[in-house]
């Protein structure tokens, strides 16, 4: 496989050829066409036919992709091989929802604790616990940890994400509304309202169009 | 301006922009340069030249780019130049986080109500109102609504998007895990995973290169 080649850009499809490919394992298919892909994807077969070259030899000519063999070499480059321990950094709504999001779970990714300033939302008797957030560094010291979820106030983000690299995590998910770029950390930001100004774009090309 | 030539990929990128430009604008920036840009968007100063050239001409050689100038083009749009009503389907705990989320409002968009089947999440008492979803059609037909947010269990997540295209509503964001894709609906669908996957990719290919 030459992964080296990659773009930046093919890499960012993958997780989502790697959820259609799971729901379509799932649904009892083993061949896939590059034509129905592209209409999952919203891009062209071509396209969808390059991407895949980037990884080598997933499909024959005029048979289609084999589904599940396609979706285990693409489990395989995300790194979804293995379980990813998750600490979350704000209890709050979005803290609380992330924490039972039952997407997560199923692909190994398991939240650990959570952590808060707060003292009533300290608790540690049912489900994941929440510890005060003094105790973040002695936590990573003691329990692997893989991958920090900011849900804080975006005014304390940078800070946070700052801290938690000293602390020795590389690997960030920011759902503050502001972007963190720090050298030396991986983030990824979630950027909610990038989708609701792609519905916006929409409503008011709609509009346009009635006119 | 030449609208209608604008790829689908230029659109998607059009929310990062025009957070960027917002935040430039904000620190009192009044020129920036495609190399600047490049650096915030992790993309080319050709790929960010070739991006607004879509969209008409934003700067002057060598001066750069005018950022109010074009962060209101960018307003514009994306249509965020009035306000849109948002209803929310599903008051757990990923429903009451959008509905507190603090990212949203500054841009216009309002969350106006929040539906739930269990009698004891119904609240109308303070905040956003949390109304029984045997409601939903009548509040529709009541209220002007522009975008619902689906945040329910996923095995009714397809039901709940064709309801609610029944009644009139043909922009919905999904957070379920499960990508919705039904005819005339502009689906946006929040794929949370996805970013996780970015990072086991990314945590997966430091590992191979310490070796």
């Known amino acids: 496989m030459r992964r080296q080649e990659v773009s930046r850009q093919v890499i960012r499809r993958l997780p989502k050829y790697y959820r259609f ?3 379509l394992e799932n649904s009892g298919k ?6 129905e892909l592209s209409v999952l994807m919203g891009r062209t077969a071509s396209q969808i036919r390059q991407d895949f070259n980037c990884f080598g030899e997933f499909g024959q000519q005029g048979v289609g992709y084999n589904v599940s063999h396609m979706r285990k070499q693409l489990a395989e480059i995300l790194g979804l091989v293995r ?3 998750i600490i979350i950094i704000g209890a ?13 779970n199923r692909e190994g990714f398991v939240v650990k604790a959570l952590f808060d300033i707060e ?16 105790r973040l ?3 990573i010291k003691a329990n692997k ?23 020795g995590i590389n690997h960030i998910w920011n759902f503050t509304p502001k972007d963190i770029i720090l050298p030396g950390l991986h983030v ?20 346009e169009k009635q006119q």
Chains 1, 2 share one sequence.
Not at 188 to 207: G, M, P, T, V, W
């Open 21 to 23: 490919l799971t729901e």
């Open 119 to 134: 003292p009533d939302k300290i608790n540690n008797d049912t489900g994941v616990p929440v510890y005060h957030t003094l």
């Open 145 to 167: 940890t893989d991958i920090a979820v900011i849900a804080i106030y975006e005014e304390g983000a940078v800070d946070m994400a700052c801290r938690l690299r000293a602390a």
């Open 30 to 35: 083993q061949l896939v066409s590059s034509k």
């Open 92 to 104: 709050g709504h979005i803290g609380q929802a992330l924490a039972h999001y039952r997407g997560f």
């Open 137 to 139: 560094e002695e936590y």
């Open 83 to 85: 379980e990813y321990n």
């Open 188 to 207: 990824e930001n979630a950027d909610l309202s990038d989708k609701l100004f792609l519905l916006s774009y929409s409503i008011r090309e709609n509009a």
